[in-house]
Nanobody, 126 residues
Framework: QVQLVESGGGLVQTGDSLRLSCAAS????????MGWFRQAPGKEREFVAA????????DYDFDVKGRFTISRDNAKNMLYLQMNSLIPEDTAVYYC???????????????????WGQGTQVTVSS
């Protein structure tokens, strides 16, 4: 089976930090790429960050680069997103995603990921 379960969302103030976690099981625990996407009301789901399972190479959306850090613990089958210096524009439902098919690059389109978690709400008040 494939399962991704996010946690760690909540209501915080501008400048606060949150760490999102994604527990992977089954096939999702052996993925080529895992990433985080977010979707705000009325907007399309957008790429946040991703990490390759083998090399550990990462990619970040320009708006979060320098503030967010993606990491994974393959031994524990966990994916993390450390979010610092949060701003109201970060408010969204955050989704954990996994790609099980080989790729030479880190995809930025959600269509290129095949497994998704249920999402966790992050709200940043001003």
């Amino acid at each position: 089976q494939v399962q991704l379960v996010e946690s760690g969302g909540g209501l915080v103030q501008t400048g606060d930090s949150l760490r999102l976690s994604c527990a992977a099981s089954g096939r999702a625990a052996s993925s080529y790429v895992m990433g985080w996407f977010r979707q705000a009301p009325g907007k399309e789901r957008e790429f946040v960050a991703a990490i390759r399972g083998s090399s550990g190479d990462t990619d970040y959306d320009f708006d979060v680069k320098g503030r967010f850090t993606i990491s994974r613990d393959n031994a524990k089958n966990m994916l993390y997103l450390q979010m610092n210096s949060l701003i109201p524009e970060d408010t969204a439902v955050y989704y954990c995603a996994s790609r099980h098919y080989y790729t030479d690059t880190i995809p930025r389109l959600y269509e290129n990921y095949d497994t998704w978690g249920q999402g966790t709400q992050v709200t940043v008040s001003s």
